[in-house]
């Protein structure tokens, strides 16, 4: 899950972690009275999406004057923001945090992620910092320092001295830096969160520490126990369709293609969206209905993937193992009765009950083109879908 800048800063706030002074604002009517309960004499105008590079994309703002604060983000509620993580649609803007100004100094990177390669959590930074980090870990891998930090003995003094020191940091402020890094680390592991990326993490004229940008996931198999955190859920920023799979304990994530796919497990979901690349297609989501479905969470399945209009074909990748592949077919001739299904159908079934389920396919009057195995599904979808 996805939360807002605002409140990951209000979070990483209550873990002792310096912000700077905002206020969040969710309607056009409030922008007048945060902009003047935060004083100037430099307001930062900022929209709130669940996506990064919105500087670029014009939605944060540098305001030096109460009249261009109000203008700037009197523009800015309601605006699509177009970044490199959003669709060519973009996202409306019904967010936007008002900030209090700083001098800046110097401008660092600094972030936390699960390293599932090590089993630790990786503590990264970057003299780099305020740019893409993407293109830094591509360009100038050496730009970036990497610290694991053992789950055994946790976070201590000297984690935070090498990353003091490699972000160039004397004096006083390498004292500071090392609290504050604890403090975020321990945000991270008390809150459960996958990714926590501050960037920038400021060092201003008056030589304080500010985390200046904040964005912060977490697991979603944690959230219950953080019902603070899943009270933050702004489900207007999340896919309809996948908070509607969620509702039947579906894995389903939205893609750009055009093929819709439905398979049981999430290996073979991965493997099968590979091959329809590799036969010079495109999926439209990645679909995992499970081991255990029944045939009305097939069906469901079967309508979300068809509620997406740029499908323009559907494949079906079924492993009979737990999942049977009778209760599949029954699933697929349910939906295709509430749903009409006017895009080309290809249907692969292999294991537990596999003749059961293809005869069920055979004579249930809906059109259905079967494959032989993967490849050969993925090659037919693939020609069905451009026609050829």
Same mark, same amino acid.
């Given at each position: 899950?996805?939360?807002?800048?605002?409140?990951?800063?209000?979070?990483?706030?209550e873990y002792g972690v310096p912000?700077?002074?905002?206020?969040?604002?969710?309607?056009?009517?409030?922008?007048?009275?945060?902009?003047?309960?935060?004083?100037?004499?430099?307001?930062?105008?900022?929209?709130?999406i669940h996506a990064g590079g919105?500087?670029? /994309?014009?939605?944060?703002?540098?305001?030096?004057?109460?009249?261009?604060?109000?203008?700037?983000?009197?523009?800015?509620?309601?605006?699509?923001?177009?970044?490199?993580?959003?669709?060519?649609?973009?996202?409306?803007?019904?967010?936007?945090?008002?900030?209090?100004?700083?001098?800046?100094?110097?401008?660092?990177?600094?972030?936390?992620?699960?390293?599932?390669?090590?089993?630790?959590?990786?503590?990264?930074?970057?003299?780099?910092?305020?740019?893409?980090?993407?293109?830094?870990?591509?360009?100038?891998? *050496?730009?970036?320092?990497?610290?694991?930090?053992?789950?055994?003995?946790?976070?201590?003094?000297?984690?935070?001295?090498?990353? /003091?020191?490699?972000?160039?940091?004397?004096?006083?402020?390498?004292?500071?830096?090392?609290?504050?890094?604890?403090?975020?680390?321990?945000?991270?592991?008390?809150?459960?969160?996958?990714?926590?990326?501050?960037?920038?993490?400021?060092?201003?004229?008056?030589?304080?520490?500010?985390?200046?940008?904040?964005?912060?996931?977490?697991?979603?198999? /944690?959230?219950?126990?953080?019902?603070?955190?899943?009270?933050?859920?702004?489900?207007?920023?999340? *896919?309809?369709?996948?908070?509607?799979?969620?509702?039947?304990?579906?894995?389903?994530?939205?893609?750009?293609?055009?093929?819709?796919?439905?398979?049981?497990?999430?290996?073979?979901?991965?493997?099968?969206?590979?091959?329809?690349?590799?036969?010079?297609?495109?999926?439209?989501?990645?679909?995992?209905?499970?081991?255990?479905?029944?045939?009305?969470?097939?069906?469901?399945?079967?309508?979300?993937?068809?509620?997406?209009?740029?499908?323009?074909?559907?494949?079906?990748?079924?492993?009979?193992?737990?999942?049977?592949?009778?209760?599949?077919?029954?699933?697929?001739?349910?939906?295709?009765?509430?749903?009409?299904?006017?895009?080309?159908?290809?249907?692969?079934?292999?294991?537990?009950?596999?003749?059961?389920?293809?005869?069920?396919?055979?004579?249930?009057?809906?059109?259905?083109?079967?494959?032989?195995?993967?490849?050969?599904?993925?090659?037919?979808?693939?020609?069905?879908?451009?026609?050829?």
């Amino acid at each position: 899950m996805n939360i807002h800048e605002y409140q990951a800063k209000q979070l990483l706030s209550e873990y002792g972690v310096p912000t700077p002074k905002g206020i969040a604002v969710t309607s056009p009517d409030e922008i007048t009275q945060a902009i003047k309960d935060m004083g100037g004499p430099i307001w930062v105008i900022k929209a709130q999406i669940h996506a990064g590079g919105r500087g670029k /994309a014009g939605g944060v703002k540098v305001c030096k004057s109460y009249e261009e604060a109000t203008s700037e983000a009197t523009q800015m509620f309601g605006k699509n923001l177009i970044t490199h993580q959003t669709t060519s649609a973009g996202k409306e803007v019904n967010r936007i945090y008002v900030e209090e100004g700083c001098n800046i100094d110097n401008e660092f990177y600094l972030g936390c992620l699960v390293n599932r390669a090590s089993g630790q959590v990786t503590i990264m930074a970057s003299q780099e910092g305020g740019v893409d980090i993407e293109e830094v870990a591509a360009n100038n891998p *050496e730009k970036i320092i990497n610290i694991n930090v053992d789950p055994v003995t946790g976070y201590q003094s000297f984690h935070g001295r090498r990353i /003091a020191f490699a972000l160039g940091l004397t004096g006083p402020i390498v004292k500071d830096c090392i609290s504050i890094i604890g403090n975020i680390y321990k945000a991270f592991c008390e809150t459960d969160s996958s990714i926590l990326e501050i960037n920038p993490l400021v060092l201003t004229n008056e030589k304080k520490l500010i985390a200046l940008d904040a964005k912060m996931n977490f697991d979603d198999n /944690a959230l219950f126990r953080h019902k603070n955190i899943e009270d933050m859920r702004d489900e207007t920023e999340e *896919e309809p369709a996948e908070l509607e799979a969620a509702k039947f304990d579906l894995s389903y994530i939205k893609l750009d293609g055009n093929i819709g796919c439905m398979v049981n497990g999430a290996g073979l979901a991965m493997a099968t969206m590979d091959i329809i690349k590799l036969s010079g297609g495109e999926p439209a989501n990645f679909l995992d209905v499970g081991g255990g479905a029944t045939k009305e969470k097939v069906s469901e399945a079967f309508k979300i993937i068809l509620s997406d209009k740029s499908v323009k074909g559907i494949l079906v990748n079924i492993f009979g193992g737990i999942m049977r592949c009778d209760v599949i077919a029954e699933g697929i001739i349910t939906a295709a009765h509430e749903v009409k299904i006017d895009v080309p159908l290809v249907v692969r079934l292999e294991g537990t009950n596999v003749n059961e389920g293809k005869n069920k396919l055979k004579n249930s009057g809906i059109a259905v083109i079967s494959a032989d195995d993967l490849e050969d599904a993925a090659k037919k979808i693939v020609r069905l879908t451009l026609g050829t």
